[in-house]
Nanobody
């Protein structure tokens, strides 16, 4: 089981930016596809973005395309989600997770999950 820790969430005004980090200890993340998901109160968990073992192949949900950027720094064993032009509808708990299957996948494809980090977009 891979232990993942997300960080970087917080409260931001509409139009603002945040960068989320997903870091693993004890396991090298570059063996895995990494996905970012989010879950708002009363809603199902949805896929936001996904990255293959290199930065060449990425996936974005239509709702975040052009605003969010996923990247990985294998030397730091960390995957990032840069979120720009944030909207109130981006408010959710954001999770990262590992998979051995292709992007984008579904939540059931992802075996290890972090505890989540809260992102709140509000004026």
């Amino acid at each position: 089981q891979v232990q993942l820790v997300e960080s970087g969430g917080g409260l931001v005004q509409p139009g603002g930016s945040l960068r989320l980090s997903c870091r693993a200890s004890e396991v090298t993340l570059d063996y895995f596809v990494i996905g970012w998901f989010r879950q708002a109160p009363g809603k199902q968990r949805e896929g936001v973005s996904c990255i293959y073992r290199t930065n060449d192949s990425t996936y974005y949900a239509d709702s975040v395309k052009g605003r969010f950027t996923i990247s990985r720094d294998n030397a730091k064993n960390t995957v990032y989600l840069q979120m720009n032009s944030l909207k109130p509808e981006d408010t959710a708990v954001y999770y990262c997770a590992t998979s051995s299957r292709p992007c984008p996948g579904i939540p059931g494809d992802f075996g290890s999950w972090g505890q989540g980090t809260q992102v709140t977009v509000s004026s």
